[in-house]
């Protein structure tokens, strides 16, 4: 017979990560509806601040599920992970700055 192959689990508990996707989408959903009401009357400034926000807080939200799934596959998925975390983080970051210079 055939031996059954044992999953390893997650120390983090799914709960948790769970969580943190949950409150990451209803923060920046809340942070994008205001930054368009405020972009409606005109205040371009903090609807860039806010925006911003809201983009750091989908990562947050999508980045622990993210790794949770990448984290037990082999190296070339975490490579990738990671390459694509950096780059999301520096088109946040200088696509703020951007709109400041």
Request: some cysteine.
């Amino acid at each position: 017979m055939a031996k059954k192959k044992q999953h390893r689990q997650a120390p983090v508990s799914n709960g948790l990560i769970k969580a943190c996707a949950f409150v990451g989408i209803v923060i920046s959903a809340l942070l994008f509806l205001i930054g368009a009401i405020l972009n409606w009357c005109k205040m371009g400034n903090v609807t860039n601040i806010l925006h911003f926000i809201a983009q750091l807080t989908l990562l947050v939200a999508v980045a622990f599920p993210a790794w949770d799934y990448v984290k037990y596959k082999n190296r070339t998925w975490r490579i990738i992970y990671m390459v694509s975390l950096f780059v999301y983080i520096f088109g946040v970051v200088f696509g703020f700055i951007r709109i400041y210079i």
